[in-house]
């Protein structure tokens, strides 16, 4: 098993940045492919980033391309997500979670198994 545990989100106006952090306690770190997906009031859950278990490959979603990064340091046991030139539309409650069962990038949901509680971003006019 592995616990995850999301920081950094807050209220933020348009155009200004976040950094959102995950924190994994429990099995090997490592082991896991990693993402970062987002819910919106009323919209289903969506993916955002995901990272393999290297950091050597990344997947963005068209919405946030060119503006999130996602990072991970594995002696840390951490995955960030950087948010920068934030849009109104890009509130949401950010959840991290992990694909025990891949090294590479997975854009799968279902083959994600451990979820973080989320943290709020809200991104004001």
């Known amino acids: 098993q592995v616990q995850l545990v999301e920081s950094g989100g807050g209220l933020v106006q348009a155009g200004g940045s976040l950094r959102l952090s995950c924190a994994a306690s429990g099995r090997t770190f490592s082991c896991c492919a990693m993402g970062w997906f987002r819910q919106a009031p009323g919209k289903e859950r969506e993916l955002v980033a995901t990272i393999s278990w290297s950091g050597a490959g990344t997947y963005y979603a068209d919405s946030v391309e060119g503006r999130f990064t996602i990072s991970r340091d594995n002696a840390k046991n951490t995955v960030y997500l950087q948010m920068d030139s934030l849009k109104p539309e890009d509130t949401a409650v950010y959840y991290c979670?992990?694909?025990?069962?891949?090294?590479?990038?997975?854009?799968?949901?279902?083959?994600?198994?451990?979820w973080g509680q989320g943290t709020q971003v809200t991104v004001s006019y």
């Open positions: 979670a992990g694909a025990p069962d891949w090294a590479g990038v997975v854009t799968r949901t279902r083959e994600y198994k451990y």
